[in-house]
């Protein structure tokens, strides 16, 4: 499967983004789905997963409130949306395909290309 990260850009604190990965050469249900973000000096961390087949969510405890994770099927497209954005949440922003859940960027086989998310103050 190939992934397409969109929709990452400058926003005020406060503010709210939503960002888009297009999946090709395979539909999504086939995949748990994933973001994690890498900040600048930072390790890449786990955002938000979506389940594969009951398409549970899960989240990282510093998002959980304010970012959702989704799935369109008939666009093949994960989003997620990030509201009350802070500079803390300032990243590359990438989206991720695994065959099983996990929280580790080890569990995960495919990734987009990223799409960097600013957050001013």
């Known amino acids: 499967v190939q992934l397409q990260a969109s929709g990452g850009g400058l926003v005020q604190a406060g503010g709210s983004l939503r960002l888009s990965c297009a999946a090709s050469?395979?539909?999504?249900?086939?995949?748990?789905m994933g973001w994690f973000r890498q900040a600048p000096g930072k390790e890449r961390e786990f955002v938000a997963a979506?389940?594969?087949?009951?398409?549970?969510?899960y989240y990282a405890d510093s998002v959980k409130g304010r970012f959702t994770i989704s799935t369109d099927n008939v666009k093949n497209t994960v989003y997620l949306q990030m509201n009350s954005l802070n500079p803390e949440d300032t990243a590359v922003y990438y989206c991720?395909?695994?065959?099983?859940?996990?929280?580790?960027?080890?569990?995960?086989?495919?990734w987009g290309q990223g799409t960097l998310v600013t957050v001013s103050s």
């Open positions: 991720a395909a695994a065959s099983s859940l996990g929280r580790s960027r080890g569990a995960y086989d495919f």
């Open positions: 050469g395979r539909t999504l249900s086939d995949y748990v």
């Open positions: 979506i389940g594969r087949n009951d398409r549970s969510t």
